[in-house]
């Protein structure tokens, strides 16, 4: 975890909540997702000076999601960094350089894990699983911990406009008591009295948050369609009328 999530509310009503001042035009074309993936375009919040200038203003922008660090050869290997694991965060260099001034916000409207319930018929080596769409109690965005990099194409040209490429990794920690019953981790969500202090530049230990009680969550259990990426849209979400799950985790 965290290996797939949703991200559909509109721009402007993520910049009302999250008090964003500059929505990047990239973000702005970004379409809604409700299965989105390892490598995908993401929506980010991040706090940043613009070069030449002391102002720090908070900005929506997109990164890919699966941190690229700035030292590898090739952006290959974001799609194994999805995740950063908030117990070793300060042992890793791909998280650690980040983690002290490349914070951000991943914009997600919740997100979907897969409860294992045991063999898929008598013998079988395959394990039966129940999704399950896990999101906020109440309304407002899932303000998933995050960080970001920037990595440099060392063949492209100083004029090529994508000769950089920004990309983002969700930070995970164990799940709560609650949450285990389906998985035994879960994405850091932040709750609103935590973004200032994660987004700030000027924090360069935010370990205590690492700590912080997660935002209020619920689930649903929904059905198999969101295991394939090709499939997307608002049905993703809606309740699994027949689950197979024995003991339904409704929080």
Same mark, same amino acid.
């Given at each position: 975890?965290?290996?797939?999530?949703?991200?559909?509310?509109?721009?402007?009503?993520?910049?009302?909540?999250?008090?964003?001042?500059?929505?990047?035009?990239?973000?702005?074309?970004?379409?809604?997702?409700?299965?989105?993936?390892?490598?995908?375009?993401? /929506?980010?919040?991040?706090?940043?000076?613009?070069?030449?200038?002391?102002?720090?203003?908070?900005?929506?922008?997109?990164?890919?999601?699966?941190?690229?660090?700035?030292?590898?050869?090739?952006?290959?290997?974001?799609? %194994?960094?999805?995740?950063? /694991?908030?117990?070793?965060?300060?042992?890793?260099?791909?998280?650690?350089?980040?983690?002290?001034? /490349?914070?951000?916000?991943?914009?997600?409207?919740?997100?979907?894990?897969? /409860?294992?319930?045991?063999?898929?018929?008598?013998?079988?080596?395959?394990?039966?699983?129940?999704?399950?769409?896990?999101?906020?109690?109440?309304?407002?965005?899932?303000?998933?911990?995050?960080?970001?990099?920037?990595?440099?194409?060392?063949?492209?040209?100083?004029?090529?406009?994508?000769?950089?490429?920004?990309?983002?990794?969700?930070?995970?920690?164990?799940?709560?008591?609650?949450?285990?019953?389906?998985?035994? %981790?879960?994405?850091?969500?932040?709750?609103?009295?935590?973004?200032?202090?994660?987004?700030?530049?000027?924090?360069?230990?935010?370990?205590?948050?690492?700590?912080?009680?997660?935002?209020?969550?619920?689930?649903?259990?929904? %059905?198999?369609?969101?295991?394939?990426?090709?499939?997307?849209?608002?049905?993703?979400?809606?309740?699994?009328?027949?689950?197979?799950?024995?003991?339904?985790?409704?929080?």
């Amino acid at each position: 975890m965290c290996g797939r999530f949703a991200s559909f509310t509109q721009d402007q009503d993520l910049a009302d909540e999250l008090a964003i001042a500059e929505i990047a035009d990239d973000a702005r074309l970004l379409p809604p997702s409700w299965n989105v993936a390892p490598t995908d375009p993401v /929506r980010v919040v991040v706090e940043r000076a613009a070069r030449g200038s002391s102002d720090v203003t908070r900005s929506m922008r997109v990164a890919r999601w699966g941190l690229v660090p700035s030292w590898a050869k090739d952006p290959g290997v974001g799609a %194994r960094m999805i995740n950063a /694991r908030s117990e070793t965060l300060l042992d890793k260099p791909a998280f650690a350089k980040p983690f002290a001034a /490349r914070r951000c916000l991943v914009l997600a409207d919740g997100y979907y894990e897969w /409860r294992k319930l045991g063999p898929a018929a008598p013998g079988s080596k395959k394990v039966a699983k129940q999704p399950y769409w896990i999101h906020p109690a109440g309304s407002g965005v899932a303000a998933l911990a995050g960080l970001y990099e920037f990595w440099r194409n060392p063949a492209a040209s100083e004029t090529d406009p994508d000769r950089w490429l920004v990309s983002t990794t969700v930070v995970t920690r164990a799940a709560s008591e609650a949450m285990t019953a389906i998985h035994d %981790r879960m994405p850091l969500v932040l709750p609103p009295s935590a973004w200032d202090q994660w987004l700030d530049p000027s924090v360069t230990d935010a370990s205590d948050l690492l700590e912080i009680d997660n935002a209020p969550l619920t689930t649903r259990p929904v %059905r198999d369609a969101v295991g394939s990426v090709r499939n997307d849209g608002p049905e993703l979400i809606e309740e699994d009328p027949a689950p197979r799950d024995p003991q339904p985790v409704l929080l």
